[in-house]
């Protein structure tokens, strides 16, 4: 019931129902008007900072996908939702000494952008695990944002990537700077969509544009993301 949620879940239940339901509208909407397919691009639900019983209920509500920024949250998340088919996405940078959590609780992660930080999550990928889905994290036009390989650097890290037998590489991801402009927010979507196009000849299996968030995320699925990112349209602002 609503009113025995802890406090910290902050949400009731049916507020999050209707995020969820809105988000998805979002997105049905703008693939229709890029004329993608119902359906091309998945949502990714960002959970950093909320409690896993917030994290329950979205699976409840038809969300399986759950993006994390901290390695150690992440983990403590995973294991308390345990007996639920949840795919835990890690989307924050990385620190060296947090990659042997990474590489155990991942199905994806988002934000490599060092062929070192690569290697390390490679080798310790457990062996009775599938290889780990990873994107290369490019810094378009986030002048402020010291996360990610320039695009001129990327081809040539994506190539050592590709060598590495514990991960599965897949596309990219990008966080730009934050505008309400809508051809603004475009453009560097637009950047990392060339870039796919430009390395499929090289590595033809590409297949993940991770891009967009709560307020972009429209003009993300018209230049071809394949996954949004929403935090705070579904589990509301946070506070840490
Ligand atoms: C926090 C975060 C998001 C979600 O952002 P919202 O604006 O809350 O939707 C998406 N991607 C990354 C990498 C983040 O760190």
């Given at each position: 019931m609503a009113n025995q949620l802890?406090?910290?879940?902050?949400?009731i239940p049916t507020e999050l129902e209707r995020n969820i339901s809105e988000v998805d509208r979002r997105i049905r909407a703008a693939e229709r008007a890029s004329g993608r397919?119902?359906?091309a691009v998945s949502l990714l639900a960002?959970?950093?900072?909320?409690?896993s019983e917030l994290v329950r209920q979205a699976h409840g509500f038809g969300l399986s996908a759950f993006g994390e920024n901290y390695a150690q949250e992440m983990a403590e998340k995973a294991a308390a939702l345990a007996d639920l088919p949840l795919c835990w996405h890690f989307i924050g940078p990385i620190q060296s000494n947090k990659t042997a959590l990474i590489a155990e609780v991942s199905?994806?992660?988002?934000?490599?952008?060092r062929l070192k930080v690569a290697r390390r999550l490679s080798e310790q990928?457990?062996?009775?695990?599938a290889p780990l889905n990873v994107l290369v994290q490019i810094n378009t036009s986030?002048?402020?944002?010291?996360?990610g390989v320039g695009p001129d650097a990327a081809p040539e890290l994506m190539e050592a990537i590709n060598e590495l037998p514990g991960l599965r590489l897949r596309g990219f991801m990008t966080i730009p700077a934050?505008?309400?402009n809508q051809a603004e927010q475009r453009e560097p979507f637009r950047q990392l969509k060339e870039l796919m196009a430009r390395l499929s000849d090289s590595l033809p299996y590409l297949d993940t544009l991770s891009m967009g968030m709560s307020g972009d995320l429209e003009a993300a699925v018209s230049e071809g993301a394949n996954i949004v990112r929403v935090g705070t349209d579904i589990f509301g602002a946070r506070y840490n």
């Open positions: 802890p406090y910290d879940a902050t949400m397919a119902t359906g960002v959970s950093k900072t909320k409690p199905d994806w992660v988002h934000s490599i952008d990928r457990p062996d009775d695990r986030n002048e402020d944002s010291k996360s934050a505008t309400t």
